[in-house]
């Protein structure tokens, strides 16, 4: 049935053919006792082409790129369609009494990482747009050849926008059929597996990336030392997080105190009420470590500006702790006195802050000297020198003035 190790010829044989050569006929199996002419027919052996045949099989079976991306679109449409049907039968489900709470609750837990899962993929925009101008923002960021590039910050934004509403959907449909408890761990384990993510010690997940990320966020709460670009540019980023981390504190507190998935929180007395100190803490912090990064900066450069800038963020602390008054004080002393002083604090620093932001921070005269595409592209083209684009940054510019006032 098998040939012998014997009756197979070496590789040394003169009979074989080498790669190029023409095709070697054998006559394996002639001569064997009951084989007949056709049994001892001989059959061409190309065995230097057997690595050099797979190349073609396999490149005829590998799908195209376009095929595959419209493949991973598919499916992902597919997943979306399936969360949004999941999710609007199990609030269904509910009653009318309790749809509301439940709702407010369950985006009070997911609402944080949604807001950080957009605020990636619009940062690897910017990286796109970086990479298609004249900003060499490694150098500006101070990154190293291995940093990530915008398709890579893309591949992490699409991982959290299938996780986290995922996520989402499996506390929705869990509560509304009934398994509370099952619900309740659903936003614990995601938050658990985040910060894992971002502390796990092993060479995957983008190692260099998540340690440069964890380093900067430690020199930001130490300024000890020189302030670099990256480290105020991520604090002035937490500055305009006041709602991520307000939700986040009352989530994470909702989780330490088992209160998720219960109405429990509601109540007046809650410790994780609107009325917890926690929170106005929590939303100093950024503007504290933003505060001390121009105060360190100016004990380096001595630029007055800076003294300047810090004022800035100093004039935001006596808003966000005369708002958490309201929740401590008599409602008649809040009414006649801590509020009309909130009110003046929240017109100061929101005219101090809009006047910066306008001859400081935004100079539009260095952003259209900048921004100068390398390669003309339809986006290019589309935002570079058009009318709409300065109306749009005027639109902004309002927007951001009223957003401060609220």
């Not at 936003?187 to 964890?214: E, Q, T």
């Not at 380093?215 to 302030?227: E, H, V």
């Not at 505060?291 to 360190?296: M, P």
Request: net charge positive; with cysteine.
């Amino acid at each position: 049935m098998f040939e012998s190790p014997a009756a197979i010829a070496s590789s040394h044989s003169p009979h074989l053919r080498k790669p190029g050569g023409k095709p070697v006929f054998s006559d394996l199996g002639v001569g064997e006792p009951g084989n007949s002419v056709q049994e001892g027919y001989v059959f061409p052996l190309v065995l230097g082409e057997m690595k050099g045949a797979n190349s073609p099989i396999t490149a005829s079976i590998m799908p195209s790129p376009d095929f595959l991306w419209r493949f991973k679109v598919i499916l992902f449409l597919i997943w979306g369609f399936t969360c949004c049907k999941i999710g609007w039968d199990s609030v269904m489900r509910m009653s009318a009494d309790l749809r509301d709470l439940f709702l407010y609750e369950a985006f009070l837990y997911y609402n944080p990482l949604l807001l950080v899962t957009m605020m990636v993929w619009l940062w690897g925009v910017c990286l796109w747009v970086f990479s298609q101008s004249t900003v060499n923002y490694a150098k500006i960021f101070d990154l190293d050849q291995n940093h990530l590039t915008h398709r890579e910050i893309w591949k992490c934004s699409i991982w959290m926008t299938i996780i986290v509403p995922t996520s989402m959907t499996a506390y929705l449909y869990l509560y509304s059929h009934g398994e509370v408890s099952l619900a309740a761990s659903q936003p614990v384990i995601l938050y658990a597996a985040v910060a894992l993510v971002l502390v796990f010690p092993f060479d995957i997940f983008y190692l260099s990336s998540r340690y440069f990320l964890l380093r900067t966020l430690w020199r930001i709460a130490l300024p000890l030392q020189p302030i670099s670009f990256p480290d105020f540019f991520l604090a002035d980023i937490l500055t305009s997080m006041a709602k991520v981390f307000s939700d986040l504190e009352r989530s994470v507190c909702r989780m330490v105190h088992r209160q998720v998935a219960t109405i429990a929180w509601f109540e007046a007395d809650s410790v994780c009420g609107s009325h917890s100190v926690a929170i106005p803490l929590v939303l100093v912090i950024p503007y504290i470590w933003r505060l001390l990064q121009c105060l360190r900066q100016y004990n380096d450069t001595k630029e007055k500006t800076t003294l300047f800038n810090a004022l800035k963020y100093s004039t935001a602390v006596p808003v966000i702790f005369l708002s958490a008054l309201k929740y401590h004080v008599l409602p008649d002393r809040w009414t006649y006195v801590y509020r009309r002083l909130w009110l003046f604090s929240s017109v100061v620093n929101s005219l101090y802050s809009f006047y910066w932001d306008v001859t400081r921070d935004w100079d539009l005269s260095v952003f259209t000297r900048i921004f100068k595409f390398n390669k003309p592209s339809y986006c290019s083209n589309l935002l570079y020198g058009r009318q709409w684009v300065r109306i749009l940054g005027a639109v902004n510019y309002s927007c951001n003035f009223v957003l401060q006032d609220t």
